[in-house]
């Protein structure tokens, strides 16, 4: 089934380790994002990647990176994590032409 | 990209039409207007966009006015099921145009 897949679904940091959420899709989309979204609000853009090789900061990119070494894959690195980190992270794509986003199912993390 | 103001919540009952307005004052000419909802605990998924004339798609309509300065997604039947929150983001719709949610409206539909 095409889509994005995240992974993990959920985990528990502990603070001070470093941590990469993975993001896969298979729609040969160009490109890709990273958005947090907090309790009870919306979400907030971390990184994004236009194409393949390319990437940018969002509203909220302190404490993150990202790499887009090809087009299906947008890791994205924690190299520290702490507690203010703790959120639902989700990746999404969209191709070429293309009007509205795909969003993957959510990273769910915990940093304690 | 434009902000976007959004009522926080609202109600609308099973079966009858569900209106959520947007204001989106400094939306420039390049921007389109985009909605997408957010079910419990899931990804958002995209419903809808326009530019300047008025959209319908099996799952919503959405209207924009005529100054482009406001636009109002319509679930013409509500069900339980739309129960959701629901976005209103305006984008350059261009390989660089990023998208910047704000908090939503929470539509809540009731029996």
């Known amino acids: 089934i095409a889509g994005i897949t995240q992974a993990p679904t959920s985990q528990i940091l502990a603070a001070g380790r470093r941590m990469t959420l993975r993001c896969t899709q298979d729609?040969?989309?160009?490109?890709m994002y990273w958005y947090r979204q907090d309790l009870g609000l919306g979400l907030r853009l971390i990184h994004y990647s236009n194409t393949a090789g390319t990437t940018g900061k969002g509203e909220v990119p302190d404490g993150y990176s990202v790499s887009r070494a090809n087009t299906d894959d947008f890791p994205l690195t924690l190299a520290s994590a702490v507690p203010s980190q703790t959120s639902v992270y989700f990746c999404?794509?969209?191709?070429?032409?293309?009007?509205?986003?795909?969003f993957g199912s959510g990273t769910r993390l915990t940093v304690v | 990209d434009a902000k976007t103001t959004q009522p926080p919540s609202m109600d609308c009952a099973e079966g009858r039409a569900a209106n959520l307005p947007c204001n989106h004052s400094t939306i420039s000419g390049n921007e389109y207007v985009y909605w997408y909802r957010q079910i419990h605990s899931q990804g958002p998924q995209y419903i809808i966009h326009?530019?300047?004339n008025n959209e319908t798609n099996e799952m919503a309509s959405l209207i924009i006015t005529e100054d482009r300065k406001s636009s109002t997604l319509i679930l013409p039947h509500a069900t339980l099921r739309d129960t959701a929150v629901y976005y209103c983001?305006?984008?350059?719709?261009?390989?660089?145009?990023?998208?910047?949610f704000g908090d939503g409206t929470t539509l809540t539909v009731k029996p």
């Open positions: 729609m040969r989309h160009n490109a």
């Open positions: 983001i305006v984008r350059a719709n261009t390989n660089a145009g990023k998208s910047t």
């Open positions: 999404a794509s969209r191709g070429q032409g293309e009007y509205g986003y795909t």
């Open positions: 326009g530019l300047k």
